[in-house]
């Protein structure tokens, strides 16, 4: 990110695209996907389950993946920020959901989502089909094998780029990506400092959901050793008034790196990760020197729920 590294006064920024993995736009979900749709197939599954926030990247991939597979998909879409304007209730990602053929259901901001999507698979064991359940985000063991894969192939890209990579920024949430980047990066031995930027949670629920989750795949793999509590690192002080809620520094970066890099983040994940990662660079967190990798993890279609956050008002 030329542009952006000169705006800035350094250290020197990269991006790594997987908003362009080729699923329905796009999405690090789609790594998740590639092992989580393998079990379910290995399992003879008829119908895949799962559940996300209203304009939830994961259900979009989770159904695009599903239609691929000649699949059903049911989605619940929890209601977490109370936005009802009909473009966050219905454009982006829920327009997707549908268009990729989705069942999709709305369930109040606070409840039990694993439970609902529990009782939905009875309902539907009981109708005859074969569900598969999968988490919010593709967060567990088996969805986190995308992520350890995502550090084998950064590092062996680096290698070849012969590009040293000091560190790797990217927004955290359901833990899943930052959980298999852990165990790929810490598997490997590499130096690379991985920070995630918090986008739902306080630091010190984040990174134990992360060290939880790094620790079941490290064991799911079957490596030998334990993992280090302080290889999970976290920044939560973007947040801001919660999840999907914009804030002034998420607004910033997305508007500039469309206007100086022609990318497109999106006003949930990349966009506040970005946001920290901008703020940091100011505060002169990384050396000059340094090569910064910021992981772009899609979702820039959750932008036509947000065009009131960009002044950008429909008529």
Request: with cysteine; glycine share 14%; charged share 20%.
């Amino acid at each position: 990110m030329d542009n952006l590294t000169r705006l800035l006064g350094g250290p020197r920024l990269w991006i790594k695209r997987d908003d362009c993995t080729g699923l329905s736009s796009g999405g690090n979900k789609t790594r998740k996907l590639e092992f989580l749709m393998a079990e379910a197939l290995a399992q003879k599954a008829d119908v895949v389950i799962t559940q996300g926030a209203t304009q939830s990247n994961h259900a979009r991939q989770t159904v695009a993946a599903a239609a691929k597979l000649g699949m059903r998909c049911h989605i619940l879409l929890e209601d977490r920020t109370g936005n009802t304007q009909f473009n966050y209730t219905e454009n982006g990602n829920v327009l997707l959901d549908r268009l990729h053929g989705a069942t999709v259901e709305r369930r109040a901001g606070g409840s039990d989502m694993q439970a609902e999507m529990e009782s939905v698979a009875k309902q539907l064991e009981r109708a005859g089909h074969r569900p598969y359940v999968i988490p919010g985000g593709g967060s567990n063991p088996v969805g986190a094998l995308g992520y350890v894969n995502a550090a084998l192939e950064l590092v062996s890209q680096s290698v070849e780029m012969g590009l040293r990579v000091d560190h790797l920024v990217h927004a955290t949430g359901s833990a899943g990506t930052q959980a298999g980047l852990v165990v790929g990066l810490r598997a490997m031995h590499s130096a690379i400092q991985l920070l995630g930027i918090g986008v739902r949670a306080p630091r010190e629920k984040q990174e134990s959901m992360i060290y939880d989750l790094a620790c079941r795949t490290w064991g799911h793999m079957g490596l030998a050793g334990e993992l280090r509590r302080a290889s999970v690192q976290a920044n939560c002080d973007y947040v801001g008034g919660g999840y999907g809620v914009p804030t002034p520094g998420m607004v910033e970066a997305v508007t500039l790196l469309a206007q100086t890099e022609g990318l497109l983040l999106d006003p949930v994940y990349s966009g506040k990760g970005m946001a920290g990662l901008i703020d940091l660079v100011r505060k002169g967190h990384f050396a000059k020197d340094q090569n910064v990798v910021f992981l772009h993890t899609g979702g820039s279609v959750a932008l036509f729920g947000y065009p009131d956050a960009f002044g950008l008002t429909t008529s």
